[in-house]
């Protein structure tokens, strides 16, 4: 049996990333269909070797639809999830409008895919931030081995997770500054090309941001709720891939040796990881690929039972599209859709 599945927000980055993923992966859809704000209907996308004709997402139907890939903000989700999700359609929700719901699951399938048979309450499942996604795909496995208490985390994110204003941002300041035209700023506080900024999101009254408190929340959602976790979220000059320097400290010993075959093990994870020049990833040969990268695995030898490791991850896929498609994967897999209908 196929399924009919929709995508909101298809013209955009991670639009046209799940649309992409759902042709690689032959996911059993017997139909595709592309929706946007009235703006962008009659737009043309890509769909494996066929071309969509973008919808108006105020004049669809859900009715018959099974599965709908939600990635057109937070106040859109706001406003159409709920309303789609009485229909029988399950919404999986890209964004952070129900991310912290206590009836909607937060999933990474590597991590926490169980979980996910709470969608029934609304019938959303939400997907988290993208920093989030790779982090705690990396952690869970450590987490079940050793236990962590505490993770110290500070982000190299690409300016794709702004979206295609911001990494047009960046072209423009960048070949500005080679030919000694005028740099403008608009998505970005501080210009971005040849240059890292410590801030993304709002800044909050303790002085942390709202990319910074996700971190923290989501993982405790997903993983464990007793983790510590410290971070410092920075935007760096990279169009697509986001790079984490972690530092976890645990309950037991757990050496690096053992956390690199804990890792190698792992769903979702390859380990690239020689102590040799070039013997790591980053974030330019990881974009277009799956998989969640971990370098530079070592002691810390500051604390007791304490391990640094790098991790690198494509943000539009695993951070973002990829981990959606999973989700839908899941759901299907389990045979879970029917509660749905049962549920509106």
């Known amino acids: 049996m196929g399924y009919k599945v929709a995508v909101v927000g298809a013209t955009g980055n991670v639009g046209r990333e799940m649309l992409d993923i759902l042709a690689e992966r032959a996911f059993p859809a017997d139909e595709v269909v592309a929706l946007a704000s009235r703006r962008s209907q009659g737009q043309e996308v890509s769909f494996g070797d066929k071309i969509l004709k973008v919808k108006a997402l105020d004049a669809y139907d859900f009715s018959d639809t099974d599965i709908c890939l939600m990635s057109a903000g937070g106040e859109t989700s706001k406003e159409w999830s709920p309303r789609i999700g009485a229909m029988g359609c399950v919404v999986i929700d890209n964004s952070s409008a129900f991310r912290y719901d206590s009836d909607v699951p937060l999933i990474v399938p590597e991590v926490n895919a169980d979980a996910i048979v709470g969608f029934t309450k609304r019938n959303i499942i939400a997907n988290p931030n993208c920093s989030t996604a790779q982090l705690v795909v990396a952690l869970k496995p450590l987490h079940d081995a050793a236990t962590i208490k505490r993770v110290v985390i500070s982000t190299y994110q690409s300016v794709s997770g702004a979206g295609k204003e911001a990494m047009d941002e960046l072209f423009n300041q960048t070949r500005a500054v080679f030919t000694a035209g005028e740099i403008r700023q608009g998505k970005f506080t501080k210009r971005i090309a040849f240059n890292v900024i410590p801030h993304i999101d709002v800044f909050m009254e303790d002085g942390y941001t709202k990319e910074e408190w996700k971190l923290v929340a989501e993982t ?60 790591y990833m980053t974030p330019h040969e990881a974009a277009g690929e799956d998989a969640t990268y971990i370098s530079r695995i070592r002691e810390d030898a500051t604390v007791e039972n304490g391990l640094n490791f790098w991790c690198v991850s494509d943000n539009l896929r695993k951070g973002a599209a990829l981990n959606t498609v999973q989700i839908a994967e899941v759901l299907i897999n389990r045979k879970l859709l029917n509660r749905a209908r049962q549920a509106a």
């Open 220 to 279: 405790k959602k997903m993983l464990d709720p007793k983790i510590k976790l410290t971070a410092t979220a920075v935007r760096v000059p990279v169009f697509i891939g986001h790079a984490e320097a972690v530092n976890v400290e645990f309950e037991r010993p757990l050496s690096p040796e053992k956390a690199t075959e804990i890792l190698r093990a792992a769903p979702g994870i390859l380990v690239i990881d020689k102590r040799e020049d070039g013997g």
